[in-house]
């Protein structure tokens, strides 16, 4: 993967330990490739950019106010319930993706965040008994393109300042 992390107009507003999450996950990538023994499962390879990508988002929703400093700092807030374009009706006084959607003028962001949330962490991170969710090398790679994709469109259409 040839990707200069510390080029993307976001680099310096993560904090350190979400730049080294990501920067582990670059690395993970490219040097599990170069190896003789090969996996069943290589989402171990995305797991810290997942990570990064909660921080990044958890960060974003505090800076545009979207959450509040005791959700940020907290141990409940949830970033896949908040994001979930499907929530309860009950539940929509939590919902971020209803913020973006107003903040953007439109679904086109939120529903590119849920879905790289969707996709690059849950499917990863849970196991369903009549579901595939082995992920191979090459799916490893792009779900980390997917999420620096995400990154970068989420910070310019955001129009967050650093």
């Known amino acids: 993967m040839d990707v200069n992390l510390e080029e993307k107009i976001w680099w310096r507003y993560l904090h350190e330990d979400l730049q080294e999450l990501l920067k582990e996950s670059v690395k993970l990538y490219n040097n599990v490739g170069t190896w003789q023994e090969r996996f069943h499962d290589y989402s171990f390879v995305v797991f810290p950019a997942a990570k990064a990508y909660e921080g990044f988002l958890k960060k974003v929703f505090l800076d545009l106010g979207f959450i509040t400093h005791e959700d940020f700092y907290g141990k409940h807030f949830r ?13 929509r006084h939590e919902s971020v993706y209803d913020k973006i959607v107003q903040f953007c003028h439109g679904p086109k962001l939120a529903d590119s965040m849920w879905e790289t949330w969707k996709s690059s962490r849950n499917l990863l991170f849970h196991w369903f008994p009549e579901e595939r969710n082995v992920v191979s ?11 620096l994709d995400t990154m970068d469109k989420t910070f310019r259409e955001c129009k967050i300042t650093q």
């Open 79 to 91: 970033v896949g319930k908040a994001l979930n374009p499907s929530l309860d009706k009950e539940f």
């Open 137 to 147: 090398y090459e799916e490893a790679g792009k779900n980390i393109e997917l999420i």
